[in-house]
Nanobody, 111 residues
Framework: QVQLVESGGGLVQPGGSLRLSCAAS????????MGWYRQAPGKQRELVAS???????NYADSVKGRSIISRDNARNTVYLQMNSLKPEDTAAYYC?????WGQGTQVTVSS
């Protein structure tokens, strides 16, 4: 049974940082590309960042230069470091592996 469990969300002030984590089980983690997505209220879910099994990364323009996706295959975990957070980054953040999704972690950027 595949499980993806996100953590690390919370309330942060504009300009702050958060590191999201997604721990995977039930898959051979190192073989799969991983992605972080987000969905704000009333909006469609969108790709934030992705990383291939070989470590190649891709970012949405909205977070490029402010976020870093990384993976630790020994820990079956993918991370999303987000810096210089803005109110428009407020959303539920989801981890994805192939067609599997985590339950999401909420990020709220507000003063």
């Amino acid at each position: 049974q595949v499980q993806l469990v996100e953590s690390g969300g919370g309330l942060v002030q504009p300009g702050g940082s958060l590191r999201l984590s997604c721990a995977a089980s039930g898959i051979t983690f190192s073989l799969y590309p991983m992605g972080w997505y987000r969905q704000a209220p009333g909006k469609q879910r969108e790709l934030v960042a992705s990383i291939t099994s070989g470590g190649t990364t891709n970012y949405a323009d909205s977070v490029k230069g402010r976020s870093i996706i990384s993976r630790d295959n020994a820990r079956n975990t993918v991370y999303l470091q987000m810096n210089s957070l803005k109110p428009e980054d407020t959303a539920a953040y989801y981890c994805r592996a192939v067609n599997y999704w985590g339950q999401g972690t909420q990020v709220t950027v507000s003063s």
